[in-house]
Structures are given as structure tokens and as C-alpha cells.
């Protein structure tokens, strides 16, 4: 039985996440796909295929990626290449103290384009990825014509 796990489940955006597969048959061909929704609802996603180890594992920061949205080994790829469904928009967290964006982490059998809305996946879990630590606090700035928000560290 197949099974998709990320560490730290719940971390700050600029932190790692390792993420790992298990269960696989040795040599499996499976793609394994992150996306998530914006706070407009807009999908944004990312695909790597990989071909599992001998012990039946993926692991992205050992592994390459065969293709997809990228190839080779990056440990943090499936987030770093998270592409819009539609053209032109850019991911964007507005509301960073509020809530986290969650990124939901997919594997399927083989190679997946995701272009059938029936296919489910092997396994899936899901990452909060979080713009605020506790404890900090946001103090709007406005100062003449400048305007922002600063920061403070507990």
C-alpha cells in the first residue's frame, strides 16, 4: 500500500519539506503531483514522474525526476514549479498571518498529465505552508506616501 508523507506537515513557507513515498513496487513508475488553491480559488499545480528505488521509496531529494514540470534532483521541486491552471496569474499570498496556504501532495500510477478527472491516487497527504510564526506581530506603517506592514519577532 502506498503511502505519501511530508515533514514538518505544518512549517514556515522558506522552510524544507522532505518529502517520501513508500510502498511502492522497486522500479515503479509513478508521478507525484502538489497543487493547491489561492485565496481566489485559482488551482495552481506541479508534476515530476519518478521510477522508485529498489526498496520501493521516492524520495525527491535523492531522486531525480524523470520529467514533468521538471527534471532532475530538487529536494523542494513540486513547490517551486507550481504553475497556474489559467494563464497570467501569479500566486500570491495576501492574507499572511491569517491562514496558510495547504498543498495537497498526490501520487499516481505511472505517468499522470491529470487530464482525467477520475483517476485517483495511489496515496495523498497535505502541508500547511504558513507566512507568520506565532507570536509575530504586524503593525501597519504609514509614514507620507509610504505604506506597509512591519514585522516584529516575539
Known amino acids: 500500500m502506498a503511502e505519501v508523507t511530508v515533514t514538518p506537515q505544518s512549517s ?5 519539506l522532505q518529502i517520501r513515498v513508500r510502498g511502492l513496487s522497486p522500479s515503479q513508475l509513478v508521478t507525484l503531483r502538489a497543487w ?3 485565496e481566489q480559488g485559482e ?3 506541479s508534476r515530476a514522474f519518478f521510477r ?3 526498496a520501493g521509496e521516492v524520495d525527491p531529494g535523492v531522486h531525480a525526476a524523470l520529467g ?6 530538487w529536494p523542494m521541486g513540486l513547490l517551486w514549479f507550481l504553475q497556474p491552471d489559467t494563464l497570467f496569474r501569479r500566486l500570491v499570498k495576501r492574507d499572511v498571518a491569517g491562514s496558510p496556504f495547504r498543498v495537497r501532495l498526490e501520487v ?5 498529465l491529470g487530464s482525467d478527472p477520475k483517476e485517483q491516487p495511489l496515496a495523498s497527504c497535505e502541508a500547511e505552508r504558513w507566512y507568520v510564526g506565532p507570536g509575530v506581530q504586524r503593525v501597519p506603517v504609514r509614514e507620507g506616501r509610504v505604506r506597509g506592514a512591519l514585522f516584529l519577532p516575539p
Open 68 to 73: 514533468g514540470s521538471y527534471s532532475g534532483v
Open 52 to 54: 522508485a528505488d529498489g
Open 12 to 16: 514556515l513557507a522558506d522552510r524544507p
Open 36 to 38: 493547491l488553491k489561492d
Open 43 to 45: 488551482c495552481f499545480q
Open 108 to 112: 499516481f500510477q505511472g505517468l499522470s
